[in-house]
């Protein structure tokens, strides 16, 4: 069931449109960019989130970034291109989809230092429309790869979101979900609500109703009750940056349910791209971890649930250890027992 999380309109200058995720599951608007600030501001607000979603936003932020450069010449083009790339990389720290976008959007205009300023204009925007296109493709291959872990009547836990919203469309861990339905194997699902953004209950229940496959929202808390009355067969969860070790990042939760999974012997299960891996970090003990404002904690959708002034400690995302994965689910084939070698022989 494709999602239109993030298109761009219109040819250059043009603009990104992105389904305003804040607003779901009340509203479903759009919101577009023409400007880099308004990019920026959406990633950060979490208008468009999830790894691969960002990347594809960070690559058409630049576009809107630099589609109004009056430079003249290559060398003041690519110092635009640079202040451009360099504001949207401190939008959020830790999907590292972020970085290897705009590192992408840098090359490609590396490569093509010979063409004129119109000519890389409009090369960067076929770039950013590529990331995109790619990225559904990928999807579609990590549900294929995914669909073979899970058998007939399997039932599934996941946290946050990581569906068509977080990615081009279809999603990873969720893609994994949508292949095993689409094949007739009558899965469910249960979806962590994943405080204090609410992702699993306000996105993932959203899409995964839209898709008629069964779904039971519970609120994180929950997860080991329903582990330990024996209706979880396996875990399947996205990530922000897997080291190269296999340790994978995810939303603020995650690493808690694997420790859950573990005790229960349920397998527990990372779906993500190949640009999901960051192989510069040996460990996940050198993933940036984005610690976000208390008011999400404390009045979260406008209601105030903790006295004024309570002191807050939010950290957006977790490492969950490589030992307490049974497999990355990628686009070119699943990670079983993820260790620094296999990370390497897969995605180097
Ligand atoms: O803060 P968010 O909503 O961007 O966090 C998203 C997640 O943690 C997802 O699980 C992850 O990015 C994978 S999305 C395919």
């Not at 720290?93 to 959007?105: G, I, K, Q, S, Y």
């Not at 808690?256 to 573990?262: E, Q, R, S, Y």
């Amino acid at each position: 069931m494709p999602v239109p999380t993030i298109d761009w309109v219109g040819g250059l200058p043009g603009k990104i449109k992105m389904i305003d995720q804040t607003l779901l599951p009340n509203q479903y608007k759009f919101l577009y960019c023409d400007n880099v600030k308004c990019a920026w501001d959406a990633i950060k607000r979490l208008v468009v989130r999830g790894a691969p979603a960002i990347g594809v936003a960070a690559a058409m932020g630049t576009v809107v970034g630099i589609q109004k450069s009056k430079a003249k010449t290559m060398k003041q083009f690519r110092k635009d291109l640079k202040k451009v790339t360099s504001y949207l990389a401190t939008s959020r720290p830790t999907a590292v989809n972020l970085f290897w976008a705009l590192d992408r959007m840098e090359r490609v205009a590396d490569e093509n230092s010979d063409k004129t300023v119109p000519e890389l204009k409009r090369i960067l925007l076929d770039e950013a429309k590529t990331i995109l296109e790619e990225d559904k493709k990928i999807c579609r291959r990590i549900g294929r790869n995914g669909a073979k872990l899970v058998k007939k009547g399997d039932t599934i836990l996941t946290h946050c979101n990581a569906g068509g919203l977080a990615t081009g469309d279809y999603g990873t861990a969720l893609a994994v979900m949508f292949a095993a339905h689409e094949a007739g194997k009558k899965i469910s699902v249960y979806a962590d609500e994943t405080r204090p953004l609410l992702q699993g209950a306000r996105l993932t229940t959203w899409e995964l109703m839209k898709a008629k496959i069964p779904v039971t929202l519970i609120c994180d808390n929950m997860a080991a009750q329903v582990m330990k009355e024996g209706r979880i067969d396996l875990v399947v969860v996205g990530a922000d940056r897997i080291a190269g070790n296999g340790d994978a990042a995810n939303k603020i939760g995650t690493y808690g349910v694997a420790i859950l999974a573990k005790e229960h012997g349920v397998p527990f299960y990372v779906a993500a791209p190949a640009s999901t891996f960051d192989l510069t970090l040996k460990t996940g003990e050198e993933i940036p971890i984005e610690e976000r404002a208390a008011e999400e904690v404390t009045e979260g959708f406008g209601k105030r649930t903790a006295p004024k002034g309570a002191k807050v400690y939010s950290p957006a995302f977790d490492v969950t250890p490589a030992k307490y994965i049974a497999g990355i689910i990628t686009e070119r084939g699943v990670i079983r027992k993820p260790t620094s070698a296999k990370v390497r022989k897969m995605i180097a």
